[in-house]
């Protein structure tokens, strides 16, 4: 499952978007972090790993809601950033 795992202090909330096995805990272990979503810039930054995300999803992986959107809503020029 790719999903978001926040981190972040309080009511300051930051979010990776990461690979984990969909049994585990939001903020669990995970495989692999395929990018970044800080939702308290304006606008909302968007880091991800688009290759990494296609890789993983071509192995089986789901896209939670939340993450499927952001992935429609990232710009191409952004999704490229390390």
């Known amino acids: ?3 978001l795992a926040r981190i972040g202090a309080r009511k300051q909330p930051y979010y990776r978007v990461v690979v984990i096995d969909k049994e585990r805990a939001r903020n669990g272990r995970s495989v692999e972090v395929v990018g970044l979503y800080n939702p308290r810039t ?26 499927s959107r952001l992935v429609a ?10």
């Open 42 to 67: 304006n606008p909302a930054t968007i880091n991800l790993k688009r290759e990494r995300i296609d890789y993983w999803v071509s192995k089986g992986a789901q896209l939670s809601d939340t993450v």
């Open 1 to 3: 499952m790719i999903r």
């Open 73 to 82: 809503k990232a710009p191409a020029t952004a999704s490229t950033a390390a």
